[in-house]
C-alpha cells in the first residue's frame, strides 16, 4: 500500500532534512520503502521512530499534518514531485498552494 508520509533525516542529531513523499508500506506495517532505502520502525528511540534496515541511520516518520507542523523544531520541508499535488489538495486542502515544492513549518 502506497501513501504519503512526513520523514526526516536525523542520524546527524535532532534536526534533519524533512520531506514529504509517497512510501510504500510492508504488509505488516512495521517497514517502509522510501527513497530507495527500507525504513524499520523502531520499539523505542530518542527523537526518532525508525531506522534505515542497511545503513542504521534514524529516522522520524509520521502521517503529515493537515496544519503543516510536521517538523518538532520548524524549518524548511521539501514536498517530491510526485506528491506535490495530492498533498496540497487533499492533505493541507490548499489547492492554491500545489505550485509550492518547499513550506516552512
Not at 509517497?22 to 505488516?28: I, P
Request: hydrophobic share 25%; charged share 30%; glycine share 12%.
Amino acid at each position: 500500500m502506497k501513501r504519503i508520509m512526513y520523514i526526516e533525516y536525523k542520524a546527524e542529531g535532532i534536526e534533519g532534512p524533512g520531506r514529504i513523499g509517497w512510501v510504500e508500506l510492508s504488509k505488516s506495517g512495521r517497514s517502509f520503502l522510501y527513497g530507495g532505502k527500507r525504513l524499520e520502525k523502531t520499539k523505542s528511540g530518542f527523537k526518532h521512530n525508525c531506522f534505515d534496515v542497511e545503513t542504521g541511520e534514524s529516522y522520524w516518520s509520521s502521517g503529515p499534518k493537515k496544519n503543516g507542523r510536521d517538523r518538532l523544531y520548524g524549518g524548511i520541508v521539501e514536498v517530491d514531485e510526485d506528491a506535490r499535488v495530492q498533498y496540497w489538495t487533499e492533505i493541507r486542502n490548499t489547492p492554491e498552494s500545489v505550485h509550492l515544492t518547499t513550506y516552512r513549518c
